[in-house]
């Protein structure tokens, strides 16, 4: 069974950054997608970046340039560094174990429990 564990939320000023990290167990983590959600508050769970298990990244428009997803396949993690951190990026952040057909993403039922991002004014 799949198990992804996320880590490195916290309480960071605006415009500051901070580096989450997703560590997966029991898939075969080379050969799988592997993609960021958030979710704030009173809303729905929304797309944040993912990354292929080619390397190939995609990023929702509101991360971009600002956020990088990369791997480490002989760790099995996939990280994500946050930069230019805004008050609106306040959430709890999910990876999910998914797939890549094209450069649209679809996303499994395989998720970590979260970790909380704070960005105060």
């Known amino acids: 069974q799949v198990q992804l564990v996320e880590s490195g939320g916290g309480l960071v000023q605006a415009g500051g950054s901070l580096r989450l990290s997703c560590t997966a167990s029991g898939s075969t983590f080379s050969r799988d997608a592997i993609a960021w959600y958030r979710q704030a508050p009173g809303k729905q769970r929304y797309f944040v970046a993912r990354?292929?298990?080619?390397?190939?990244?995609d990023y929702a428009n509101s991360a971009k340039g600002r956020f990088t997803i990369s791997r480490n396949n002989a760790k099995n993690t996939v990280d994500l560094q946050m930069n230019s951190l805004k008050p609106e990026d306040t959430a709890v952040y999910y990876c999910?174990?998914?797939?890549?057909?094209?450069?649209?993403?679809?996303?499994?039922?395989?998720w970590g429990q979260g970790t909380q991002v704070t960005v105060s004014s």
């Open positions: 999910n174990v998914g797939l890549v057909r094209g450069i649209s993403y679809y996303p499994t039922d395989y």
């Open positions: 990354i292929s298990s080619s390397g190939d990244t």
